[in-house]
């Protein structure tokens, strides 16, 4: 599979979306994060991906505007928390993410985790922001196999995107491979486990045979295994070495050995066991 910076995946509804993207969660100096998104575009990042919780969408809107590059072509997804979920509340919190990043529409919005009682109708809420044409993609985050279902029993649009949990010690295979027969894209967060895989003696030893990081290593083997991918840094030298994730192939023998790095293990909760009372 030929793949560079700018490849992109097509969602259903043939919108691109990039299949490599900057994460900005917990970046909340302003200027640490105005200096990050500004290196990833320079670098050749063309998706960004924040969320109200994150409280930086004025400074993810400033960026992409001080870059120069024209809004169109970078894809801009934000996400809705989970107390602002249910129908019209849903409405309201995209109206002020909207206000925040100072733009007109948003490449794409998702519910940030399914809250039991409010998840059907954020979604609802979601196909309106895309048949106003607000938003050009739906889609939702941490959603599993079940809560998928219920959502495609009644959604006229079906969610283009799925962001889940996702990398060598958590493969979600049978969420992926749900999500692959109903047209769904993955985008892993955590793509990197926070940092926690990248000691695995497996992944550093495929590093070294590829001459590359721990880190190029786990990206690439997400992008071969059709994942979208949104790592976080704020430091300038691992925004390049992140994007440096095109001029190597893991071979079938490694992407073996990748897969048996699995063990189910979460960074972060699991989303059928959220707290979503604090
Ligand atoms: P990540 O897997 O991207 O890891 C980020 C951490 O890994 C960094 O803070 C740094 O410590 C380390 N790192 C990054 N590049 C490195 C390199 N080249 N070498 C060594 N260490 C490196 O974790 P994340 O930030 O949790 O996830 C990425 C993005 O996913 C977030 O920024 C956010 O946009 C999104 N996210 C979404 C949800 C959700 O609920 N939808 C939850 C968490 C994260």
Redesign the pocket.
Known sequence: MFLNIQSTKTLTNGIEMPRFGL????MTERDETLQAIDKALKVGYRAI??ASLYGNEVEVGEAIRYSGIKREDIFVTT?VWNTDQGYDATLRAFEVSLKNLNMDYLDLYLT??AVPETFEETYRAIERLYDEKLIRATGV??HHEHHLQKLLSKANIAPMVN?V?L?PYLQQEALKAFCAEHEIAVTA???????GV?DNPTILEIAQELGK?A?QVVLRWHLQKDTLI????VTPS?IE??AQIYDFELTQAQMDQMTTLNRNHRF?QDPDNFKFNF
């Open positions: 994460g900005v969660y917990k991906d924040t996400k940030h985790w985050s941490n962001q949990e990398h967060w955590s793509p990197l486990g926070r940092g990248l990081s880190a949104i790592p976080k840094s691992r070495e992140n972060g």
